[in-house]
């Protein structure tokens, strides 16, 4: 069974920064994708963020150039680090992992305010 632990959201003013952490542990070989999503009240999740094995990055438009995603393969951890902060990225953020399957986390809160 495959499980995966966020942690680092949190209440931070505009332009403020907050970095995300997911941890993955269980029965994992081999990790391809890592990545960000987001579901704000409302919406769809959507895509933030994603890392491949080697380290390829894509981001969505709306972080481009303020979020930054890093992974540790060691650790099967990925990390995302958020800065210039907007409160349109209040959201729940979900880690998920390509392996065999996908698996998602349970999801982190971030709220900006204004």
């Known amino acids: 069974q495959v499980q995966l632990v966020e942690s680092g959201g949190g209440l931070v003013q505009a332009g403020g920064s907050l970095r995300l952490s997911c941890a993955a542990s269980?029965?994992?070989?081999?990790?391809?994708?890592m990545g960000w999503y987001r579901q704000a009240p409302g919406k769809q999740r959507e895509l933030v963020a994603a890392?491949?094995?080697?380290?390829?990055?894509s981001y969505a438009d709306s972080v481009k150039g303020r979020f930054t995603i890093s992974r540790d393969n060691a650790k099967n951890s990925v990390y995302l680090q958020m800065n210039s902060l907007k409160p349109e990225d209040t959201a729940v953020y979900f880690c998920t992992i390509i392996a065999r399957a996908q698996y998602w986390g349970q999801g982190t809160q971030v709220t900006v305010s204004s």
């Open positions: 269980g029965s994992i070989f081999s990790i391809n994708v």
């Open positions: 890392i491949t094995s080697g380290g390829g990055t």
